[in-house]
Every structure is written in C-alpha cells, then in structure tokens.
C-alpha cells in the first residue's frame, strides 16, 4: 500500500463519511470504524492536521503514578521483546487507559524524530486527540489491531505503522495498551502480522505476570489448550478464592470462562465472584489434583461447554500468622542506623532505604549540598550485601573531556595522554557493587544517552573497544537539583531520568530535623569526646547551617582545632569547646542576639510572662505548645531572635522535656 497523497488521504476520508465506499477494498474493518467514530462522534476533520501532542511534565508524572504498579510489573516483559526486536528500529510505548504514553523502548539516535512523530513517552493518542491510531482504536474496541500508513485518520502520522494489543486488569477493565510501532515500514499492511503476534503475546504474559503478582493468597489456576507450554507459557489464568469463588482474571482467562459457561461476550455479566462450578466440572476442593507433581497430559479439565483443557493448579502463599502483640519496628541496619540521632522525619526515610537496600531498584537521592546524600548512597551499599565495590564519582567535579573515559574506560592506544595499558571504567569497576553518579544533573547530554545504554542493557563499552563487556551493577545517583525542572528544560533526558529514580530519597536538609542536639553530641564523640560550653551549643543550636551536614562537619573540625584547654572541673575529662572558638561568623551571630531588643513594645500577659529567661519556664513552655513548638513563632511573639529563644530552651531542658521545630 504506497503512502498516499494529502489530497487523496482526505478525499478517501471524506467520501468514506459521506457514505462512499473506500478506494481500498482492503481496509481492516477496525480501521473504518475508528474513522466512522473520528467523523461522527469526535467530529475530526480529516483535512485539519495536528501534530503529535506530548503532554507537560507534570502531567505526565501523575500518569506513570498512577500506572506505577503495572510499569514496574511490565518492564522486564517489554525489555526482552525490544531485545528480540533489536536491529529493526521498533519502538515500543506501553500507554495508560487514557492513551498517554507512560514507558518507551526506542533508540536513542532517533529520539528527536520519535518525539516529533509521538514515539515517545508523554505522547497522547486518544482518538479524539490524534485520530485514528492503533493505541486509539485499542482502547476504543478492546481488541489488539494494526493501523499501517494511510490507516490513519490524520495525514501528519500516515508514516507510520501501529500495531498495538490491549492489557487489562484483574477485574476484566482495559487497563493499558502495548503498541510496537515503526517510523517507516513497508508499504504491505501483511508486513506487520508478525508485530502483531509478537505484541498479542507480550500483552499476555504481562496480565499473567500482574495476576501471579497479586494473587499470592489465593489458588492461581492457569490453562492451555496444549500439554506441552502448559507450566511455561499458558492460555490464561484466574485465581480462586478460599471460597472457591473467582477473585481475578487475565483476559484470555475471562474468554475462556465465558466460553465454559455458553455466555455471550459482548453481553457477558461480571464474573467476579462466581464459583469455579459455574464454569468447569470441579470445584475448589479438586485444585489439589492439579498441581505440578502430576504431569501435564494427566492435568486434564472440562469446561461445562464440553471443551477440553489442560490445567496447573498453584496453592496459595500461606502468610505467617500474625502475633497478638504490636510488635517492635524493626531495627535500622548499622550503616543506616548512624545517620539518624532520632529525627522522625530521617528515620521514616531510613526504613524506607532499609527495604530498598536489598532491591537492586536504582535509587536516587535528593537534596540540599551537603545533606549527606554520599553518606545515604553509601549506607545503602552497606546494608544491600552487594560483595563488589562502592564507587563514587562526582559528575561535576570531573572534565568533561575525562568523564567518558573515566565512567567507560578505554583500551590501550585509544587516545594521545591515556594510559599505555588502558584503564578500566567506574563502572566495570563497580561490577558486582554500587555506582553513585554524585550530581547526575551536571552529566553532559551526549553521555547521558550511553549511560542510558548501559542501564538498559546491562553492558558497557570501553573507549576504542568494538565488543561491550557484561556487567552486575546497582546505580544510586544524587543531585541538589531538580532534575524533572532540568528536563523541561532540556538539559536531561527524560528517559534516563525515569531510569534512575526507580526509587526516590528526599533528604530533608539540617534545618528541618530535630535531632541537631544530638548529632552535635556524637560528632563530638567521633572526634574524640569534646565538651560544648552553653553558649557555644545555643549559637551552633541557632545557626540555619545551610551548607547542612558538610558545613556542621567543618564548624566542628575547626572548633577543635582551636580547643586545647581541658575542662576545669575535670581535667582528666573531655576538652571543652567554648563560643570563642567557633567561626567567627557565629560568634558575631551569638553576640548579636545577646544585645537584642523587643521588637514589640506590649505583650498579652501570657506572652509577657513567657518573656523571663529562666524564672518562668512553665510559661516558656506554655508559648511553646501554643505555637505548636514552631520556634520562629515564639519568637516573634517575644520579640527576640530565633537563638534567643533556643538559648532558653536549652535552659530548660535540664527541668523537663520539651519537644519544639523549626518552623516559618
């Protein structure tokens, strides 16, 4: 079928609309009724072309959480068919039930053709946006089709050829569709049949992988009407119950139940909690005989339409039983453990990287400089039992020019100034291992894309090497940048991007955590044992530390530099930093707020009596908990600086325990 002509693609359109038979005897039916529904209840004008719309990033974020789930059940399903498609420049798009794009395998050298052709992720392909397109009309009729070239309502996407199946849920809902598409094909629509098995299949197993996913308390029946891929590749599957009543199905699963009962398809009720009975000639009580120790020519069924199947019965994934008592959280890996002194923001984080750690997800890591994102990367290492290495890079620290070869290595002679031996990469280094890619948002376009290769792939090529070398890697990467805002503005790849946060950990910066207190006092302790004198601990309990964790660091390195006088009171004991030797910056901080001044002249009697220093805590605290322990507040309402404010609640606390933020 050659591609046609402006002209004639709306003529044939139109006369199609006004009752005509097409010019093409050869239309597939489901073709023609995507374009009836394009000109009657969409009312598209086939000589109105639109380009591919790709929706905003935002918009597309709340489409792949929304899809989360079933992208993370499918992607290894789409990786192994765009593999077995490899050379043959197809693209596959899983898009959601809304027709929007929300995972894509394609090659990287072609993205700006994809994009522009809606390829690509983001891309929105509802019929009453784009037309007639085969993600469209799939979700349309429910049934897997091809759209080929001039199939197309609209002329602007007559060059390409479409060929999508639809995925559906375990309660028979079309959840998803998987299209297999090309840029250019050729001009026979028959050259797609193969695409179209090919997407059929893989649509398939992906359904089954989601059920066996959700259904580990329940019987799992699977079918095949062939002994031989019975236990390998089934039909179909459902899942029984303890009541013998269906809880869910895969949509071949649906057709064959319907077919059992003698239903109509289109007319079909919800088979949703009907007993097993209702369709075969067993009942829960047989699922037993049909396990895997017998074998799969004596696994034989009858449905109640007299057909006959082959079946594999999986019993359910019995739960441990639940002990009477609230038993404890369990406790934090060591390495995770010592980044927390008790604040419950960072300890929610903390477990959460607990259950990550073992996963090999790519993780990234969010946060203000200096929050300890390395410390995080590293912990996570610590506590996945990785036995390879853990390498670090800094994407920003490094040329440009010696990034490449530095992340992929090169052989010997690959370059003037290199190594006469070759180097290996950071990342065949980290083989086995984790690599943290520190400030990923700095790596340069051109590398990004071959990182995404490696990431996709699982391989890495030297600098000069014409054969890739396999490698065993968990990549955890960091930046203080947003980086969904450095992909709206070009500068990084969005596919890496949902690449590597698999997994996302937001640090929250120093000022927000309530444990300050106590990390200055093991720091301390891990420089080895300092005392902090009161004023010294209220001006660094005051400070805002925007450089965080590294500048917390640094202050105390270099107060202990400077402290060489023993305690007084014990000289055998700690030494003991005072305010004279903290930086001079926090210094001049403390003696300000010293010298400070209400900055409003009348107070309500509460507010008064919370203004003593250390006659009246109970009023202190009193303020404190009408502020809902927000420290910014109090202190406005006294008319004092923040450190004052934290200078008496040091005072306090020898007297009672009070719980107070940071907040405004």
């Known amino acids: 079928m050659p591609l046609q002509s402006y002209a004639s693609h709306t003529q044939e359109i139109e006369a199609f609309g006004l009752g005509y038979p097409t010019g093409r005897g050869e239309r597939d039916q489901a073709v023609l009724g995507s374009w009836r529904r394009c000109i009657d209840h969409h009312r598209l004008d086939p000589a109105q072309t639109c380009e591919a719309y790709i929706v905003p990033e935002s918009q597309l974020r709340i489409h792949r959480e929304e899809s989360e789930s079933l992208i993370r ?56 946006r784009a037309g007639t397109s085969a993600v469209g009309a799939c979700l349309a009729t429910g049934e897997a089709l091809v759209v080929h070239q001039s199939d197309h309502f609209d002329f602007t996407h007559t060059q390409l050829s479409c060929t999508a199946a639809p995925i559906y849920d375990l309660r028979g809902e079309l959840a998803a569709v998987l299209d297999l598409s090309l840029l250019k094909s050729p001009a026979e629509r028959a050259s797609q049949n193969l695409a179209l098995n090919l997407v059929v299949a893989a649509a398939r197993r992906v359904e089954l992988a989601n059920l066996m996913a959700q259904s580990r308390n329940d019987w799992v029946l699977r079918f095949s009407q062939s002994p031989d891929f ?25 057709r064959a139940l319907v077919a059992a009962a003698g239903l109509d398809w289109r007319k079909r009720p919800s088979l949703i909690g009907q007993p097993l009975e209702h369709f075969f000639d067993f009942d829960l009580a047989h699922l037993p005989q049909l396990r895997r120790n017998r074998p799969a020519q004596e696994r034989i069924v009858r449905a109640r339409d007299g057909n006959i199947l082959f079946a594999h019965a999986m019993e359910p994934q019995r739960a441990p039983a639940r002990s009477l008592t609230i038993s404890a959280p369990q406790p934090l890996p060591a390495a995770l453990g010592a980044l927390t002194a008790g604040d419950p923001a960072m300890n929610a984080l903390l477990h959460k990287a607990a259950r990550l750690a073992p996963q090999n997800l790519p993780v990234l890591v969010q946060g203000e400089t200096g929050a300890g994102k390395e410390f995080l990367a590293r912990a996570l290492h610590a506590a996945s039992g990785r ?26 002679g690959s370059w003037t100034g290199g190594a006469s031996k070759g180097r290996q990469g950071l990342i065949e ?79 929250p910066p120093l000022r927000q955590r309530q444990d300050l207190a106590a990390m200055l006092d093991r720091l301390l302790a891990d420089l080895g044992g300092y005392h902090l004198e009161e004023p010294a601990r209220a001006a660094l309990l005051a400070h805002r530390w925007p450089g965080n964790l590294r500048e917390l660091s640094n202050v105390l390195r270099y107060a202990v530099a400077l402290c060489h006088e023993p305690d007084a009171a014990d000289p055998g004991g700690a030494q003991v930093i005072a305010l004279s030797h903290l930086p001079d910056a926090l210094q001049s901080a403390a003696a300000g707020d010293a010298q400070d001044t209400p900055a409003t002249p009348a107070l309500s009697a509460p ?38 404010v934290h200078r008496r609640i040091q005072r306090m606390l020898g007297q009672r325990q009070v719980h107070w933020g940071d907040g405004g």
């Open 73 to 128: 059940i499918a992607r290894s399903g789409l990786e192994r068919l765009y593999q077995q498609l490899k050379g043959l420049d197809y693209v596959l798009l899983l898009a959601d039930r809304h027709g929007v794009a929300v995972d894509f395998l394609g090659h990287q050298a072609q993205a700006a053709d994809l994009r522009h052709a809606g390829l690509y992720l983001g891309a929105e392909w509802r019929e009453d």
């Open 607 to 644: 507010h008064a009596a919370a203004r003593s220093e250390s006659a009246d805590p109970e009023a202190l605290a009193q303020l404190l908990a009408q502020c809902q322990g927000n420290v910014s507040e109090v202190a406005r309402l006294l008319g004092v600086n923040r450190s004052t």
């Open 387 to 412: 036995e390879g290495a853990f390498i670090a890079i800094n994407c920003a620290a490094i040329p440009e020019a010696l990034l490449e070869s530095e992340l992929f290595g090169y052989l010997p």
């Open 429 to 507: 280094a980290a083989h086995g291992g984790t690599l943290f890619l520190d400030e990923i948002g700095d790596m340069p376009l051109g590398l990004q894309a071959k990182l995404l290769r490696v990431l996709s792939e699982s391989q890495v090529t030297p600098v000069g090497a014409h054969a890739p070398r396999r490698v065993d890697l968990r990549v955890v990467s960091a930046s203080h940048r947003a980086l969904a805002t450095l992909v709206e503005a070009g500068q990084f790849r969005q596919d890496l991007l949902y690449r590597l946060n698999a997994a996302e950990l937001h640090l």
């Open 230 to 254: 019975l236990d390998v590749d089934p039909d179909a599957a459902i899942s029984i119950d303890a009541r013998g009543r269906i809880r869910a199905t895969t949509h071949a699963g649906a």
